[in-house]
């Protein structure tokens, strides 16, 4: 019986395979220290510095500068419009706010030469490789658009959490790449991180709901931290926030606590959103729901990015 049966909550666990991270349960339990490395490769596998895979172990994200050149740009901002378009208003890859503007439209790099060219950058596939020590795959991938005005924030959330208790990842081995496609400002809903909380998994309670994708893409409920839990972390940890022109990226842990206000401003926000799950960290059965989620919110196949 794995922990997580013991301690109520989840669904079995396949056989053979661990859970190191039990969540969903019906009362909370003591946060688990990580048990896998944030960084895998060397400095010699790819093209960060000694000095940004030791940030990156350390605080869990970092942030690369120019890692889309200026004239990428507005033809990525161009064809992010031409998919929206595309798409059916049915489409289940586009997630709606609640007043029907777009939120966040899935599986782009399928949708898009231009994104899945992005995804093969230089500035991009190598830093992954890096970070995640050797072959990757696409888990995820995004568009999320922050309207001025009404866009909203999205609560506090460990990636990892979810992508373990649905999805069925076994260890915290992706990282994902946010690439700011409009200015972050620290007023347009920007992304804040708790710097160092990578190294913690904090189990949640509550039990997982049926199709729970259905609504917590829009507003998450289940799967977050408490509140208590939140301060201790921000007391210990501390918060940052991302801001940065066009063509920035923020590299952050899969397990990093992160979440955004709304955008009451009038400027938008928006990026491509990229994760990158380790060949050898495949999927399995979902670690605490009743089924996996859609292929569109994560891919079974681990097939290798070349």
Known sequence: M??????GGGSPV???VEDRYPTRLEHAIEP???HEPTVWGTEADGPLSQTHLDG???YGYLVAPDTVSGDWLPLLRHEIDRVAADLGADDPR???EPGGTIRSIFEPHLLSDLVAQVVRLDTVLPVARQLLGGDVYIHQARINLMPGFTGTGFYWHS???TWHAEDGMPAIRAVSCSIALTHNYPYNGSLMVIPGSHQTFYPCVGA???DNHDTSLVAQSVGVPDQTTLTKAVDRHDIHQFTGPPGTALWFDANLLHGSGSNITPLPRSNVFLVFNSVDN???DPFAAPRPRPEYLAARGAQAVT
């Not at 794995?2 to 301690?7: I, N, P, R």
């Open 159 to 161: 990636d990892f959490e």
């Open 2 to 7: 794995s922990l997580q049966q013991e301690a």
């Open 56 to 58: 990156f172990s350390e």
């Open 14 to 16: 396949a056989p053979g």
């Open 282 to 284: 495949a999927l399995t």
């Open 208 to 210: 997982t709901p049926d």
């Open 94 to 96: 586009v997630i709606r």
């Open 32 to 34: 688990i220290p990580r």
